[in-house]
């Protein structure tokens, strides 16, 4: 059975759906079978990776979103697009913003409407060896929905922020929605530090915070530096030149964090 996954903060502009991609797509190369699910109706990773795709695939529209598959009762294997090698994805469109409301109105009961994502897309499970789910920064259903559905969660923190109060809050409502109130495994793997630039006084500050904190072995060893290439992908989609020395350190990072959510699955 796959591990379904999701990094998430409910603070935004972390880098969330970029570190989604990336470890995805990196995994996809070390022969990974790997799904991303997108759960935000801005689609930004939909976006992404419809934008990296076409480069092989050719891919410019998608015809059936996630809210569509939902609402029409289509297995969700009918929604998966194929990114590259070993990465696939059900991409999400505007549509989306109604999934709250169609729970709402489908579900009389709470832990039905928590439950109902992990059911439907139960058929896709065990088809891959991990399934990353990409969340909006909110405190929501829809979020909570998701998480249900996660064996880990991977908590982003930007050490741009002086306080580590948006992470402290974050997996406290993990803690008394999901484990306490419906009686989830959802665990949290680690904290994935996003650094401002190597060697800055803020960044060393958080993250001596974080560790004494959350404790030295739930602070993830490979961090991610913000970089101008990552902002770029966005609009070009994920470029993998191996001539280009910021393709490379980009990937090189997120190979490596790739590598530590692996050992940190097993152990």
């Not at 966005?234 to 191996?242: E, K, L, P």
């Amino acid at each position: 059975m796959g591990k379904t996954i999701s990094f998430a903060n409910f603070k935004g502009g972390v880098g969330k759906t970029s570190t989604t991609a990336l470890v995805g797509y990196s995994l996809a190369k070390m022969g990974k079978k790997v799904l991303l699910v997108d759960l935000d109706a801005q689609a930004n990773l939909t976006a992404l990776m419809i934008k990296t795709s076409s480069k092989d695939n050719n891919i410019t529209t998608i015809d059936k979103s996630l809210m569509k598959g939902i609402t029409e009762n289509i297995n969700p294997k009918e929604l998966t697009i194929t990114i590259k090698e070993n990465l696939s994805q059900i991409p999400n469109a505007v549509d989306f913003s109604v999934y709250s409301r169609f729970l709402e109105k489908n579900f009389s009961n709470e832990i039905d409407r928590i439950q109902f994502l992990k059911s439907y897309l139960s058929p896709v499970v065990n088809e891959y060896d991990y399934i990353f789910i990409d969340v909006p920064p909110t405190l929501s259903l829809l979020n909570d929905t998701a998480f249900y559905c996660c064996d880990q969660i991977v908590v982003v923190l930007q050490t741009q922020e002086r306080r580590l109060t948006g992470a402290e809050v974050f997996i406290q409502n993990l803690k008394n929605t999901l484990v306490n109130e419906f009686n989830d495994n959802c665990d949290v793997l680690g904290i994935l530090p996003v650094l401002s630039k190597r060697g800055a006084r803020v960044d060393e500050e958080v993250l001596k915070l974080a560790t004494e904190e959350f404790g030295e072995e739930y602070i993830f060893q490979n961090k991610i530096s913000i970089m101008e290439r990552i902002k770029r992908m966005d609009m070009t989609g994920i470029t993998d030149n191996g001539k280009d020395i910021h393709d490379k350190r980009v990937h090189q990072i997120f190979d490596g964090v790739a590598s530590e959510l692996v050992e940190r699955l097993g152990d």
